[in-house]
T-cell receptor, first 112, second 109 residues
Framework: DTGVSQNPRHKITKRGQNVTFRCDPI?????LYWYRQTLGQGPEFLTY????????KSRLLSDRFSAERPKGSFSTLEIQRTEQGDSAMYLC??????????FGPGTRLTVT | AQRVTQPEKLLSVFKGAPVELKCNYSYSGSPELFWYVQYSRQRLQLLLRHISRESIKGFTADLNKGETSFHLKKPFAQEEDSAMYYC???????????FGTGTRLLVSP
């Protein structure tokens, strides 16, 4: 499968714990995006990388959230001191040109 | 600020009936509009974008800048069209996609 992959697919954690998600984009894509989706809503933008540079961050991305894309390949999204409000589907997307973003299957986070 | 509105949470039609999923946007610049679809247990995928002006799976969408709309249409719905549809906006000033809340299309036999 040459599409965008995300791991893990599901994560259950207790409030206050740290979690890290991984996204592997399509290999020739230089742009990578993270979105968050809660029930009944469309995906909401979190952050965007062009190669290894993080070029934009949403105000939704509090200080507890950090994302990296070392070497411009895979990316990780870490949430520190998780809260119940962090429970959501975390989506990763990648693109080569400016417009067509290809999405991964998502990581569903449940904070208990 | 950019905003996308999809007024219908659910649209239920019979097979063979015409379908129109509504999408309105708010953006002061030059918009780029997209429709994404998510079938059951599958990932979000691009259905069509306005700059392509193409028909995918019988669906079309025309950008109406005067009415700030990008409605998705299909003349004869099929059962396999049942899915969640999201309208999304991008533009020259930003890289991200801004999504609407989505419309679930249910096509009954």
């Amino acid at each position: 499968d040459t599409g965008v992959s995300q791991n893990p697919r599901h994560k259950i954690t207790k409030r206050g714990q740290n979690v890290t998600f991984r996204c592997d984009p399509i290999s020739e894509h230089n742009r990578l995006y993270w979105y968050r989706q809660t029930l009944g809503q469309g995906p909401e933008f979190l952050t965007y990388f062009q190669n290894e540079a993080q070029l934009e961050k949403s105000r939704l991305l509090s200080d507890r959230f950090s994302a990296e894309r070392p070497k411009g390949s895979f990316s990780t999204l870490e949430i520190q001191r998780t809260e119940q409000g962090d429970s959501a589907m975390y989506l990763c997307a990648s693109s080569r040109d400016r417009y067509e973003q290809y999405f991964g299957p998502g990581t569903r986070l449940t904070v208990t | 600020a950019q905003r996308v509105t999809q007024p219908e949470k659910l649209l239920s039609v019979f097979k063979g009936a015409p379908v129109e999923l509504k999408c309105n946007y708010s953006y002061s610049g030059s918009p780029e509009l997209f429709w994404y679809v998510q079938y059951s247990r599958q990932r979000l995928q691009l259905l069509l974008r306005h700059i392509s002006r193409e028909s995918i799976k019988g669906f079309t969408a025309d950008l109406n800048k005067g009415e700030t709309s990008f409605h998705l249409k299909k003349p004869f719905a099929q059962e396999e069209d049942s899915a969640m549809y999201y309208c999304a906006l991008s533009g020259r000033g930003f890289q991200k996609l801004v999504f609407g809340t989505g419309t679930r299309l249910l096509v009954s036999p």
